[in-house]
């Protein structure tokens, strides 16, 4: 048999398996090992899913000032991400409209874009500014060939990016996040902290262990597990995302030693929300845990079967700036998870 013909078959055998995985999460299969492993499926899920939706890109506030930009792949869709000098944010595909060359790498903060092949050059806001010696050509017309634009939105502090433009607008697609939400004030909090790593796992296992309390007992005995209590029911609401809560022993400082000299409570959360912790996946590809004190964002990026990009915010917290936070950061290092050796 050919490889294709190989890899056709896995993808008949699965999308059979997947017709039984169907909601209630309570009453269905997980998902077919081939959807964590095989090629096949995954080529699907990038158009299937990355490409048809409101994908996330971190916090907003990761561009700060205009001209902030970051350049980086969406379902291997080269972008530019950036502040305008409006304060706008916007993205782009990261492509000349000459002959397409790639026009940013990395981040960084600049007054306008231009391109390193010929020169052209484009204002942040995505208009062509100039375009050397291009007054020659009969009939070219400057305001046609400007940088091609994404949607970009964003909600509660959250930033998205929409490739395709028939997917509804982002209200609709999050349904009543934020309704849910309310009480962390998620749109206030700023930014502690961010780094980016690679993980050697499929993108879902990644997000659906983030999002599970099942292997507490075993993989985190004496930090989350000591904490945690069971959790609640799934939270079923209208909206591309899944929540649950859960209540916390005491605060939300993971190690023991830690928790008496926890942040004070984010201001407004009342009741039970004040001693536990939210977990939420925004489908497809941003998960966060809101604690009382705190929240820890993560937004990943799938390169490959086995292969996942993962954007990592933490810290998160309310009325704190500068030196202050830089303070908090360094107390907030005796009981992160990452300096505990754990995985999520
Ligand atoms: S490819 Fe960008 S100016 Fe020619
Ligand atoms: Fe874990």
């Not at 830690?258 to 004040?274: Q, V, Y």
């Amino acid at each position: 048999m050919s490889i294709s013909g190989a890899n056709a078959s896995v993808w008949d055998q699965t999308r059979d398996q997947l017709a039984a995985v169907t909601p209630p999460s309570e009453n269905s299969p997980t998902l077919p090992p081939a959807c964590y492993t095989d090629a096949s499926v995954f080529d699907r899920e990038i158009p299937a899913i990355f490409q048809s939706s409101w994908v996330g890109i971190g916090r907003a506030d990761r561009w700060e000032s205009p001209g902030d930009y970051t350049a980086f792949d969406v379902a291997g869709v080269p972008i530019i991400v950036l502040r305008d000098l409006d304060g706008v944010l916007r993205a782009f595909a990261n492509t000349c409209r000459h002959r397409g060359s790639l026009l940013l790498e990395g981040s960084g903060n600049c007054r306008a874009i231009r391109c390193p092949f010929h020169g052209w050059g484009y204002r942040l806001d995505g208009r062509l500014a100039g375009a050397p010696r291009m007054e020659t050509a009969n009939g070219f017309d400057k305001d046609a060939f400007g940088l091609l634009p994404f949607r970009t939105d964003t909600k509660d502090g959250f930033a998205f990016v929409c490739l395709d433009e028939t997917v509804t607008d982002l209200d609709h697609w999050l349904g009543d996040f934020s309704e849910l939400h309310e009480m962390w004030s998620l749109g206030d909090l700023v930014t502690g902290r961010r780094r980016e790593f690679e993980v050697h796992c499929n993108w879902k296992a990644f997000l659906e262990v983030f999002n599970e309390y099942y292997h507490l007992p075993y993989v985190h005995p004496n930090t989350l597990d000591s904490l945690y209590e069971l959790p609640d029911d799934i939270d079923h609401r209208p909206g591309n995302y899944v929540s649950q809560f859960g209540t916390t022993k005491s605060t939300t400082g993971v190690l023991e030693d830690a928790r008496d000299h926890a942040l004070p409570p984010i201001p407004g959360l009342k009741g039970r929300n004040r001693n536990g912790t939210r977990y939420t996946w925004m489908f497809p590809n941003m998960t966060f845990a809101a604690g009382s004190e705190a929240i820890w964002a993560y937004d990943v990026y799938p390169t490959a079967p086995d292969r996942t990009r993962v954007s990592y915010a933490r810290k998160l917290v309310t009325g704190w700036s500068g030196g202050v936070l830089d303070l908090l950061d360094a107390v907030l290092e005796s009981h992160s998870l990452d300096d505990l050796g754990e995985v999520v």
